[in-house]
């Protein structure tokens, strides 16, 4: 007899993954959820929004993109959850808003439920550290259209700013300067180049690296910084006008997102030294500056720009919440040649 588990979907796990998971769950809650998983619809209470005198609701969605490759092959899946709630939660940050709920979404080939409930487990503890709710999200089993050891995370999240305190290009003047906060590490962005590099040059994920202090693998596996918290009281605390989280495109297209056409600004390479990770790409894959730079994070995985009397406050504030952060920039008034650009000047300290 022809059954769903024969076709290669199974019921029980995909159930069983529902109670590892829900611990997790739980553990990243805000007062405004109302009941658990296991509901058609997460639920959350807005009426907390009446306290602001003209709410806008920020909303993305993105994914992990194929660092999930690295996780799969090393068979760590706790902490991919961490790169997802970045990707997101972050891109919100970067208008003002606060997160207020996220969802997720896992295709698997096969659902193994101590896997689905680590992955879970990871964006649980990474929404918690950010103070966003783990509000639902889905698990699907993809037989035939993904490997059995195969999967794919995705999610979307909400928050919420008051409409006059929107941070973006409008707020942005010559005169500003731009703070550079350090990243983690690769984050999740640029895999497809760096899986590349390695599987072309023979590395094997196991692989000692002297100057990467371990494994490559452990270092590709490092999980993105999450900005939230930070971001959101330096936003509090300071007259910042802008922040780009740097994603895909790297640091001057992602900064350029934020700034009118009539400002450029000059971002100065000597002001740090990008972690051994990135020269270890460029020299093993041969990869050139330009393409690094538009590829990878190079080292800034967000950036700030603020008012220049509020600058050392802005990075000992950050300092205070254990982000590294330094001056990388000026915003100077845009000439004809150059509206509303970013130049990158100098070379890496």
Same mark, same amino acid.
């Given at each position: *007899?022809?059954?769903?588990?024969?076709?290669?979907?199974?019921?029980?796990?995909?159930?069983?993954?529902?109670?590892?998971?829900?611990?997790?769950?739980?553990?990243?809650?805000?007062?405004?959820?109302?009941?658990?998983?296991?509901?058609?619809?997460?639920?959350?209470?807005?009426?907390?929004?009446?306290?602001?005198?003209?709410?806008?609701?920020?909303?993305? +969605?993105?994914?992990?993109?194929?660092?999930?490759?690295?996780?799969?092959?090393?068979?760590?899946?706790? &902490?991919?959850?961490?790169?997802?709630?970045?990707?997101?939660?972050?891109?919100?940050?970067?208008?003002?808003?606060?997160?207020?709920?996220? &969802?997720?979404?896992?295709?698997?080939?096969?659902?193994?439920?101590?896997?689905?409930?680590?992955?879970?487990?990871?964006?649980?503890?990474?929404?918690?550290?950010?103070? /966003?709710?783990?509000?639902?999200?889905?698990?699907?089993?993809?037989?035939?259209?993904?490997?059995?050891?195969?999967?794919?995370? +995705?999610?979307? &999240?909400?928050?919420?700013?008051?409409?006059?305190?929107?941070?973006?290009?409008?707020?942005?003047?010559?005169?500003?300067?731009?703070?550079?906060?350090?990243?983690?590490?690769?984050? !999740?962005?640029?895999?497809?180049?760096?899986?590349?590099?390695?599987?072309?040059?023979?590395?094997?994920?196991?692989?000692?690296?002297?100057?990467?202090?371990?494994?490559?693998?452990?270092?590709?596996?490092?999980?993105?910084?999450?900005?939230?918290?930070?971001?959101? +009281?330096? !936003?509090?605390?300071?007259?910042?006008?802008? *922040?780009?989280?740097?994603?895909?495109?790297?640091?001057? +297209?992602?900064?350029?997102?934020?700034?009118?056409?009539?400002?450029?600004?000059?971002?100065?390479?000597? &002001?740090?030294?990008?972690?051994?990770?990135?020269?270890?790409?460029?020299?093993?894959?041969?990869?050139?500056?330009?393409?690094?730079?538009?590829?990878?994070?190079?080292?800034?995985?967000?950036?700030?720009?603020?008012?220049?009397?509020?600058?050392?406050?802005?990075?000992?504030?950050?300092?205070?919440?254990?982000?590294?952060?330094?001056?990388?920039?000026?915003?100077?008034?845009?000439?004809?040649?150059?509206?509303?650009?970013?130049?990158? /000047?100098?070379?890496?300290?």
């Amino acid at each position: *007899m022809t059954t769903y588990e024969g076709a290669g979907v199974s019921i029980s796990a995909g159930d069983r993954a529902v109670e590892l998971m829900r611990e997790w769950v739980d553990k990243a809650r805000r007062p405004e959820v109302v009941g658990s998983i296991g509901g058609f619809a997460g639920l959350f209470d807005i009426s907390a929004l009446k306290k602001y005198e003209r709410p806008l609701l920020a909303t993305s +969605a993105d994914g992990v993109g194929t660092k999930v490759a690295i996780a799969q092959r090393m068979g760590v899946h706790d &902490t991919i959850g961490f790169d997802l709630v970045g990707m997101l939660v972050d891109d919100l940050v970067v208008c003002g808003a606060e997160p207020l709920f996220l &969802t997720d979404y896992i295709a698997c080939g096969s659902v193994v439920p101590e896997r689905v409930a680590d992955i879970v487990k990871g964006i649980a503890q990474a929404c918690a550290e950010t103070g /966003c709710a783990l509000l639902g999200g889905e698990t699907a089993e993809h037989p035939g259209l993904l490997a059995p050891e195969a999967y794919d995370v +995705a999610g979307s &999240t909400t928050g919420v700013v008051e409409a006059e305190c929107l941070l973006g290009a409008h707020r942005v003047q010559a005169g500003d300067v731009v703070i550079a906060m350090a990243s983690s590490g690769l984050h !999740a962005n640029g895999f497809s180049l760096v899986r590349h590099v390695f599987d072309s040059a023979g590395w094997e994920l196991d692989r000692e690296v002297p100057e990467l202090g371990g494994a490559l693998g452990d270092e590709l596996l490092t999980p993105t910084r999450l900005y939230a918290r930070p971001c959101l +009281a330096l !936003a509090a605390a300071t007259q910042t006008h802008a *922040m780009s989280h740097v994603t895909g495109g790297g640091l001057a +297209a992602n900064l350029a997102r934020v700034l009118p056409p009539t400002v450029t600004v000059r971002v100065d390479r000597a &002001t740090w030294s990008p972690a051994p990770i990135f020269a270890l790409v460029a020299a093993v894959g041969g990869v050139s500056r330009d393409v690094m730079e538009q590829t990878l994070n190079m080292g800034v995985g967000m950036l700030a720009v603020v008012a220049p009397a509020d600058a050392s406050h802005a990075i000992s504030l950050l300092g205070d919440h254990s982000v590294s952060a330094w001056v990388c920039g000026e915003v100077v008034a845009a000439t004809a040649d150059a509206p509303g650009d970013v130049l990158m /000047c100098g070379d890496h300290a």
